[in-house]
């Protein structure tokens, strides 16, 4: 089975909004990251903050006792978990292949990117978030699944001016070394 994408906007749209709604002047920098590999992991989204252990502290208790958690466990769609590194680097969560200036500056980047597109949800939708109010996961699929299909469109279309183009621009159209993990017909994902 493959990817069900609507649920990390799903998750994105109501449990991380609503966490940073509540929480933002304490969070130095955060992020989300999605995957899906036919490996035991599977389809993962992940909400990663760097702030203090105090905020770190409320998130699994804010996280179980969300709406969104509960329809989707009751679904038996979710299987939420919530792991805490005390690290104090900055770089602890990311890539260690990377060198360590990368490691440290790419939070900066990527929360803003991951920023760009919680904003972007909330720029595409044609109605407002589905209130909490008994309705079936499926209507919850369906909302999200639309947006998603709205947040490809932009990513298809929009993706190689606004976020290639302007990225190769900042480092001055040096030309990069493209390592693609997969070539699908005449497409290659990066």
Request: net charge neutral; charged share 20%.
């Amino acid at each position: 089975m493959g990817p069900c994408w609507w649920i990390d906007l799903f998750l994105l749209d109501t449990v991380v909004r609503d966490f940073l709604s509540r929480n933002r002047t304490t969070i130095n920098l955060w992020r989300f990251h999605r995957r899906f590999n036919t490996d035991e992991a599977g389809h993962q989204f992940s909400f990663i903050l760097y702030t203090t252990r105090e905020v770190s502290e409320t998130i699994e208790s804010f996280v179980s006792g969300h709406e969104a958690i509960a329809v989707l466990q009751q679904a038996k769609l979710l299987r939420a978990r919530v792991q805490r590194n005390d690290g104090s680097e900055i770089e602890a969560t990311c890539d260690k292949s990377w060198p360590l200036s990368l490691q440290q500056a790419w939070p900066y980047y990527i929360m803003g990117v991951s920023q760009m597109v919680l904003d972007l949800v909330d720029r595409l939708r044609t109605f407002p978030r589905p209130a909490f109010n008994g309705l079936s996961v499926k209507n919850y699929e369906d909302y999200y699944t639309n947006l998603m299909a709205e947040l490809t469109n932009v990513w298809k279309n929009w993706g190689s001016h606004a976020f290639f183009h302007h990225m190769n621009a900042i480092f001055g159209y040096e030309r990069l070394i493209a390592r693609p993990r997969e070539f699908s017909a005449f497409l290659g994902s990066f």
